[in-house]
């Protein structure tokens, strides 16, 4: 379970591909990643980002000075990676169009695991949102005493599993619980106790908290076949994006995501469904 991890620095087949496709990092290319600068995934963009799309805000600068220019990230950000990790998405290519499941679906990889079995990488579908509460689907939540009713309910993939993604205050981990992202942490039924004992003490609400009614998982072979056939685009994004799929309607993340990486994937977007793929 230790591969892939959201802590892991950028490895050497990433870096190769940065060295190709931008050059080296000068000196004078200082650039500033306000969004965290713990966060490795925004380091990296920052060498993949085109310039043009980094704005600077001054108001967000630390207090220090620079030798050359200081170049921000947006807040919400996608680019296509080599191989997928924990933390990535999985971002449904045309291929999967007349898939009931996975058409034009974004899946959050939240591990990427190893090649033994029953230890596959797994991840929830973000943009199947089902609207409707927990109370309204499970009995035992109806109950006032149950902090987890008013909580919203996604569908996340066809393994029969329910999981949940937290959101944090302030981007910062809890204990006890893994984090994919900054702010972000998931967890299984067995996590449903330490949960409500964060909601009772006001640590977490239930806007915090979205559950998943089954989850997408793959054999590691299986996973790497469908991204070699095509099925999958592999991509890094900004925390941000993430985040704002766990409080807004993600409905049309899909096109979302396609659109902020531009070019070809861009042009993805836009294309009707071939529902006879």
């Not at 200081?70 to 290519?93: D, F, M, N, Q, Y």
Request: aromatic fraction near 10%.
């Amino acid at each position: 379970w230790g591969k892939g991890d959201a802590s892991t620095p950028i490895g050497d087949d990433d870096a190769d591909a940065v060295s190709q496709n931008h050059g080296e990092l000068k000196s004078s290319d200082t650039m500033y990643v306000p969004s965290n600068l713990s966060y490795w995934r925004d380091v990296r963009a920052s060498f993949v980002i085109p310039k043009s799309e980094q704005a600077v805000d001054v108001n967000t600068l630390p207090q220090t000075s620079f030798d050359g220019p200081v170049h921000c990230l947006p807040r919400k950000w996608a680019h296509s990676i080599s191989a997928p990790e924990s933390g990535c998405v999985l971002v449904a290519t045309e291929e999967l169009d007349g898939n009931g499941t996975f058409e034009r679906t974004v899946i959050l990889l939240l591990k990427l695991g190893s090649r033994d079995a029953y230890d596959g990488p797994f991840g929830v579908i973000l943009n199947r949102p089902l609207y409707t509460k927990m109370k309204h689907v499970n009995p035992s939540f109806r109950d006032q005493a149950t902090p987890f009713g008013d909580c919203s309910l996604f569908f996340g993939g066809p393994v029969d599993m329910s999981i949940f993604l937290m959101r944090t205050n302030e981007g910062r981990p809890i204990k006890g619980f893994e984090e994919v992202a900054p702010g972000v942490c998931f967890g299984f039924r067995t996590d449903l106790q330490k949960v409500g004992h964060l909601m009772k003490n006001g640590a977490l609400s239930p806007d915090d908290l979205k559950f998943y009614v089954g989850y997408s998982a793959w054999d590691h072979d299986q996973l790497l076949s469908e991204i070699d056939a095509g099925y999958w685009v592999v991509t890094s994004c900004s925390s941000g994006l993430i985040t704002d799929a766990l409080t807004t309607d993600p409905s049309c993340l899909w096109s979302e995501v396609l659109q902020l990486m531009g070019g070809q994937y861009a042009e993805l977007s836009q294309k009707p469904k071939e529902d006879g793929a």
